[in-house]
């Protein structure tokens, strides 16, 4: 019997199968990489994945769950920018530019007092 659990894990691994596919235009069927390219892909993926695990460990305490998931999913677009380089074609500065709005999107939804702006005072007038 399929737990809870499994199955929406089951349905994460689709979900990012298709939201890989429809960005990259490839999946992880993909053959132009090595072994050693796959294996240094998980080591950068994994050393990301300690980082935010350890972020989220050391924040657990001192601030609201909200606080900690904004703190986290921000990390993670900070560390989505870092890979762009000279290097990297229009579909992918494009394809980091929406993954980049949607981070900051789900940032608003779930903490929207830290993302609004606050009016100007009375008589002075808002920046352009």
Not at 5 to 25: N, P, Q, R, V
Request: hydrophobic residues 35%; proline residues 5%; charged residues 30%.
């Amino acid at each position: 019997m399929e737990s809870k659990t499994t199955k929406k894990i089951h349905e994460d691994l689709i979900a990012s199968d298709i939201k890989g596919y429809e960005e990259y235009g490839v999946s992880v069927d993909r053959e132009d990489y090595t072994q050693k390219e796959w294996l240094e892909h998980t080591y950068q993926e994994v050393l990301d994945t300690a980082k935010y695990l350890k972020r989220a460990i050391d924040t657990s305490g001192t601030l609201s769950p909200e606080r900690a998931a904004v703190d986290v999913l921000l990390q993670i677009d900070a560390s989505i920018n870092t890979e762009i380089g000279e290097d990297t074609s229009l579909e992918e500065r494009a394809a980091f530019k929406k993954v980049s709005s949607l981070i900051l999107e789900r940032c608003k939804y779930i903490d929207p007092d830290r993302f609004t702006i606050p009016s100007p005072p009375p008589g002075v007038l808002a920046p352009l």
